[in-house]
């Protein structure tokens, strides 16, 4: 069973830094896109960054600039470095991929537990 899980999240002031980690596991054939998601409290989940199998990325736009999605592919991983945090900042943020297991070959939406990242103004 493929499984995706992040780690990173914490609590820091205000124009701080965070890199979230998020590493599937299981029998994977490959992971496809990959992308990071967001929900602050009392809010809907929102889309955050995106990177392609490739390397092509995509931001939402109030992140441009701080936030930067990378992978390693041999590693099944993605990252976000969170750089020059705002309280607005604040919420669980999830991974999501695009995965391909060893049992099929179409890719299938996981998603992992969330990790929680507070910023203290």
């Known amino acids: 069973q493929v499984r995706l899980e992040e780690s990173g999240g914490g609590l820091v002031q205000a124009g701080g830094s965070l890199r979230l980690s998020c590493a599937a596991s299981?029998?994977?054939?490959?992971?496809?896109?990959m992308e990071w998601y967001r929900q602050p409290p009392g809010k809907q989940r929102e889309w955050v960054a995106h990177i392609s199998s490739v390397g092509n990325t995509n931001y939402l736009d109030s992140v441009k600039g701080r936030f930067t999605i990378s992978r390693d592919n041999a590693k099944n991983t993605v990252y976000l470095q969170m750089n020059s945090l705002k309280p607005e900042d604040t919420a669980v943020y999830y991974c999501?991929?695009?995965?391909?297991?060893?049992?099929?070959?179409?890719?299938?939406?996981?998603w992992g537990q969330g990790t929680q990242v507070t910023v203290s103004s």
């Open positions: 299981g029998r994977i054939r490959s992971v496809n896109v």
């Open positions: 999501n991929a695009d995965i391909t297991e060893m049992t099929g070959w179409r890719g299938t939406d996981h």
